[in-house]
């Protein structure tokens, strides 16, 4: 595992050339590196990662709460958005993807759904440890609602680039508003998840301040 992040680490610093794919002035050389490097970064989260968090829970009987939920899916996430960023750093896909807006999907995939759902786990893993907090039928809504819209704004970010919606633009056509409008609707659903994650998390909070009170006043008498 070790040496596979490290590796990724090492690829990471090497992989930047992708995004240059379109620029006339870069030679030839590091052009090959970017594709052949961006390929190769993809093993350690998909093949490490991805299969070794599948083989930690194979017959472990994990009890699955808000914290294992969310960081499981949040590898899915990473590993998903990995997906279209090695597709798009293919030279010959780049020329045609890379100012669509394909790119904002592949890394709002693994940002929103990797990322930031890691963050979201790992709060809930904080109050359920050190506080009182236990998870409710709240939370499992709010975990569906978060990753099933966070898709579908993955989703439109990527359908828009499939139909050549680029990142950049002097005009908006009408023929790229559909999308658009698909991903803020599953925006305003994702903002209401979150909203609810970080409302429980602030609660579960002023129990851990609660229990360290009283245990700070045992203490005093």
């Known amino acids: 595992f070790l040496i596979a992040w490290n590796f990724s680490t090492l690829f990471t610093l090497m992989i930047y050339t992708h995004h240059l794919l379109m620029d006339f002035a870069v030679p030839k050389w590091m052009l ?27 017959r472990s009987a994990v009890k699955w709460d808000f914290a294992s939920s969310m960081m499981f899916l949040a590898m899915f996430g990473w590993v998903a958005g990995a997906v279209p960023a090695i597709i798009d750093a293919t030279i010959v896909v780049n020329h045609v993807m890379h100012n669509t807006k394909w790119v904002p999907g592949h890394f709002h995939t693994y940002m929103g759904m990797g990322v930031v ?7 809930y893993y904080f109050n359920k440890t050190e506080g009182t907090q236990k998870q409710t039928g709240l939370d499992k809504f709010a975990i569906s609602i978060y990753f099933l819209f966070f898709t579908g704004i993955a989703g439109s970010f990527l359908y828009a680039g499939k139909i050549s919606a680029p990142r950049r633009w002097a005009e908006h056509l009408p023929e790229w508003t559909g999308s658009d409008q698909v991903g803020a609707l599953c925006g305003i ?19 851990v301040g609660k229990q360290t009170d009283i ?4 203490a005093a008498s």
Request: proline letters at 2%.
């Open 117 to 123: 759902a890691m963050i979201f786990g790992f709060m």
């Open 32 to 58: 090959i590196i970017g594709q052949i490097f961006s390929y190769a970064n993809g093993l350690p989260v998909m093949v490490v990662t991805a299969y070794g968090a599948l083989m930690i829970i194979f």
């Open 189 to 207: 659903f994702v903002i209401v998840a979150s909203i609810i994650f970080t409302i429980r998390f602030f609660n579960g909070l002023k129990t």
């Open 215 to 218: 245990t700070i006043s045992k």
